[in-house]
């Protein structure tokens, strides 16, 4: 699990991102505040941050969206090419 996570999730009829507490939005779609949170992430990684954007769903669980780490099956693969 990364270090750091931007957090995409509804409020109201809107869509949030927040981040070490501080929130943007509204946003009209969750489409919209997750190309917001991932272009955020990608900027903060380009840093050296390990980060994750996790999306909310209406049962309250967690999705990743993206990620700065490739999962076990992404380096697996990587591996195998090598």
Not at 37 to 56: C, K, P
Not at 68 to 82: G, N, V
Request: charge should be negative; avoid cysteine.
């Amino acid at each position: 699990m990364a270090e750091h996570h931007y957090i995409v999730a509804r409020s109201e009829s809107q869509w949030k991102v927040s981040y070490h507490g501080t929130d943007q939005g509204p946003f009209a779609t969750k489409d919209e505040a997750v190309e917001v949170a991932i272009a955020a992430a990608r900027a903060e990684h380009e840093d050296g941050t390990d980060v994750e954007v996790l999306v909310q769903d209406i049962e309250s669980n967690f999705h990743t969206a993206w990620t700065s780490r490739p999962d076990e099956d992404d380096a697996a693969a990587l591996a195998t090419k090598a």
